[in-house]
Antibody
Framework: EVQLVESGGGLVKPGGSLRLSCAAS????????MNWVRQAPGKGLEWVSS????????YYADSLKGRFTISRDNAKNSLYLQMNSLRAEDTAVYYC?????????????WGQGTMVTVSS | DIQLTQSPSFLSASVGDRVTITCRAS??????LAWYQQKPGKAPKLLIY???TLQSGVPSRFSGSGSGTEFTLTISSLQPEDFATYYC??????????FGQGTKLEIK
């Protein structure tokens, strides 16, 4: 079964850091680019970051202003999101998502999400 | 950045109704548009990609159309399980992969 499972969320104080993980299974992880998408409570979906299959191309939403770092370990079939200098507005469910394997492919596989709460 | 504007933001309808949701892009995105369905507490589910291609396993009552800057998602005959929030997303080469603000479909 094709599956993505996020972990690492939790409660963190403003200014703190957190590292999210996404474990992939059931497909050839190293052949796909991957994405992080977040959703603040009661709000819509916001694309956060993308990483190409070999980590050669990395993109971030402008709103992150260099605070987040996406990475992957193809040997471990895992995707990561290092989040630093966290703010209250980063409070959200964070999803990892796999796109279809062609240009402009939509996100056809999503994890269940992991909740990040930034609060003192 | 490309902006996506969905209309309406809220829609009240009855089982059996035909409903249409519109997504307008601030600049042309060819057919690089997807539609997702999200239920409370769940991850989004892909319904339509490339503007009009039905994702495998999605009921045929869902359909998509459009290209360039205007797109529509149509549900031909609403079923109880269709009451959810729907999002469009652009996947053109111009990052970010913007989402629309969402359309909440509620039971009348």
């Amino acid at each position: 079964e094709v599956q993505l499972v996020e972990s690492g969320g939790g409660l963190v104080k403003p200014g703190g850091s957190l590292r999210l993980s996404c474990a992939a299974s059931g497909f050839t992880f190293s052949s796909y680019s991957m994405n992080w998408v977040r959703q603040a409570p009661g709000k819509g979906l916001e694309w956060v970051s993308s990483i190409s299959s070999s980590s050669s191309y990395i993109y971030y939403a402008d709103s992150l202003k260099g605070r987040f770092t996406i990475s992957r370990d193809n040997a471990k079939n895992s995707l990561y999101l290092q989040m630093n200098s966290l703010r209250a507005e980063d409070t959200a469910v964070y999803y990892c998502a796999r796109p279809q394997d062609f240009f402009g492919g939509a996100f056809d596989i999503w994890g269940q999400g992991t909740m990040v709460t930034v609060s003192s | 950045d490309i902006q996506l504007t969905q209309s309406p933001s809220f829609l009240s309808a009855s089982v059996g109704d035909r409903v249409t949701i519109t997504c307008r892009a601030s600049q042309g995105i060819s057919s690089y548009l997807a539609w997702y369905q999200q239920k409370p507490g769940k991850a989004p589910k892909l319904l339509i990609y490339a503007a009009s291609t039905l994702q495998s396993g999605v009921p045929s009552r869902f359909s998509g159309s459009g290209s360039g800057t205007e797109f529509t998602l149509t549900i031909s005959s609403l079923q109880p399980e269709d009451f959810a929030t729907y999002y469009c997303q652009q996947l053109n080469s111009y990052l970010p992969y913007t989402f629309g603000q969402g359309t909440k479909l509620e039971i009348k």
